[in-house]
């Protein structure tokens, strides 16, 4: 069992900057990968960001690109994304995610996170 907590979610304006945190406990951190996910109110849960066991691989939804990096501590079994230049649109519940499978694909995982809630005002 992998055990994920979020923290950092706020309210932020437009054009502000948060940075999410997951630390994990539990089985071998580095040995997974690591998936950020949001879910907005009526909408389905989207794929944000992803890194792969080492940090050496990362990919992002089209929507973040350019704005939020994600990055992990094998160290302190922490992962991060850090979010600038937030747009309302950004607005949503934010997972994070631990599987074996490195995809993008929510399904795959098999470790989530309770959520923390993310709140952008324009």
């Known amino acids: 069992q992998v055990q994920l907590v979020e923290s950092g979610g706020g309210l932020v304006q437009a054009g502000g900057s948060l940075r999410l945190s997951c630390a994990a406990s539990g089985r071998t951190f580095s040995n997974y990968n690591m998936g950020w996910f949001r879910q907005a109110p009526g909408k389905e849960r989207e794929f944000v960001a992803v890194i792969g066991r080492s940090g050496s691989y990362t990919s992002y939804a089209d929507s973040v690109k350019g704005r939020f990096t994600i990055s992990r501590d094998n160290v302190k079994n922490t992962m991060y994304l850090q979010m600038n230049s937030l747009k309302p649109e950004d607005t949503a519940v934010y997972y994070c995610?631990?599987?074996?499978?490195?995809?993008?694909?929510?399904?795959?995982?098999?470790?989530w996170g309770q959520g923390t809630q993310v709140t952008v005002s324009s």
């Open positions: 995610a631990a599987g074996r499978t490195l995809t993008l694909g929510a399904r795959q995982y098999d470790y």
